[in-house]
Every structure is written in C-alpha cells, then in structure tokens.
C-alpha cells in the first residue's frame, strides 16, 4: 500500500496501492474500519492516462490520495502522469483535475498549469484549497477550489530556493494556516505559513542520520510520509530508509522516535 487517507465521517479509508510503481497495475481501494471490508474503487489498472469509469480510467505511478472534507470526492498525486486527478467517492469516476502529461512548470488554470512529478496532495480543513508537492519543480504547489472546479486556479506556494525534493505535505488542522513539508534531499522538515508564504525548518540539521531531539538537533535519513494528528499537536513522520517512525512535537519541537528498529 502506498498512501491511505480517512474518510471525514471515519467510516472507511481509501487505499493506493500497486504492484509495480512503474507498469502497474494500479488500484484504488475503499477499507471499512469496521470488519475490514476492502472494495475496490478505481482499477486495477495497468499505466496510462485516461478519464472516465472505474472500469476504464488509468493511471501512472500514482503517490498520494486525500479525500476531500466533504466525503464526495479523492484527489490523487498522479506522479508519472504529472497530473492531479479526481475520483469520485459515489462511482469511482476518475477525471484530470489539472496539469497533462507532459512535465513543466506553469500556473493558471486547470488546463494551462503544469506539474512535474508531483508526489502528495493535502486538503486545507475547510476544503476549499488543496496543497501539492511538486516534487521535481522543488516546490509546493496550491490549487485554489473557492470558485469551484471548473475555475479553479494552481499557484506556486512556495519557491524551488526553500526546498530540496520536497516528498510529502499535510495541512495543519484547525484555523492555523500552516503546512508541513517532508523535504527529502534536505533531510529536513520545514513548514509553510499559507497566508505569507514564509518558510522555516522545524527538525533536522540536513545531515543523514537517525538522532531524536529538539529541532535542527535532530537528523533524518530518510523523510517519506508526514501527517499532522487530529489535535495538531504532532506531526507523524515516516523514514523510509531507517523504517522509523517518529513524532515531532510542534508545541516543544522535540523529535521522538515512537516505532521502528531501523
């Protein structure tokens, strides 16, 4: 499994899932909670691009899926695709939510933005915008959907200067406007302020290597996953490298290694 994301009634999760990251196949599946009922959603697909049912859609080395706060709908980080993509909770209808297949770097509307490599997806609580790490442009990415799908707009929310294969985001919960960034080749974790757009580093020194502590004390090898807890009070974080899980604590900035042998 490569990305879960809860439903807002906490009923089920959505699940990503492939066999291969390259040629598939790849599906999208629903997991209830209770009794661990999986059903598949999207797939299984081998890789492509194409719109439309569940039984035909295709996708491309997809990374991320996050369920809008309303429960209606999925946005997905169709990574390979260098697209996002949007599935519908009710029929597994998959459409391009922006970007085309072809890499690049451009902001505007759905049809004229472009991504590249673009790895997580994160809604804000209230739903009306949605974060993206664009992870070979080294940027965060912000997909405005006040004005409704069909007019939305992808801004650049932070530049390539402040981030070094940024591979993963989660927006804070609650009215703090902030946004976590697992920054890869940095070997740090940083967080965007949304409505100033400035950027800080919140753990890690950039050296490779597994040490618990406050802040730029602390070292990383491997940032993968981050996910704020329902409080905001933590930020989950998940090493790939070391198979570590750890913990930072945004009150104290204390790094803590919770699960894991390394």
Not at 11 to 16: C, H, I, P, R, S
Not at 98 to 104: I, N, S
Not at 154 to 162: G, K, R, W, Y
Not at 194 to 207: K, M, Q, Y
Request: hydrophobic fraction near 40%; include cysteine; charge should be negative.
């Amino acid at each position: 499994i490569q990305s879960v994301s809860l439903s807002p009634d906490n009923y089920q999760m959505a699940a990503l899932s492939w066999a291969s990251p390259i040629n598939g196949p790849y599906t999208l599946f629903t997991i209830t909670l209770e009794g661990g009922v999986a059903t598949p959603l999207v797939g299984e697909t081998p890789a492509g691009h194409v719109d439309g049912a569940r039984d035909v859609a295709r996708f491309n080395g997809p990374s991320d899926v996050a369920y809008h706060p309303d429960g209606a709908w999925l946005a997905v980080a169709d990574t390979a695709n260098n697209m996002l993509r949007r599935v519908s909770a009710a029929t597994g209808e998959v459409s391009t939510l922006a970007g085309a297949v072809a890499p690049g770097l451009a902001d505007g509307a759905a049809s004229e933005a472009r991504f590249s490599y673009p790895r997580a997806v994160s809604f804000s609580p209230g739903g009306d915008m949605l974060v993206v790490a664009d992870t070979d442009n080294n940027r965060i990415r912000r997909v405005d959907l006040r004005l409704g799908l069909s007019m939305l707009e992808v801004t650049t929310m932070a530049p390539s200067e402040a981030f070094s294969r940024p591979a993963c985001v989660s927006w804070a919960p609650g009215a703090g406007g902030f946004v976590v960034v697992a920054d890869t080749k940095s070997r740090r974790l940083k967080r965007v302020a949304v409505d100033t757009e400035a950027v800080v580093t919140l753990a890690g020194d950039g050296l490779s290597g597994w040490r618990d502590g406050v802040g730029t004390y602390a070292q990383f090898r491997d940032l993968h996953a981050v996910a704020y807890s329902g409080d905001g009070s933590l930020v989950y974080i998940a090493e790939e490298g070391t198979k570590f899980l750890r913990t930072y604590d945004v009150g104290s900035g204390n790094v803590s290694t919770v699960a894991g042998t390394g």
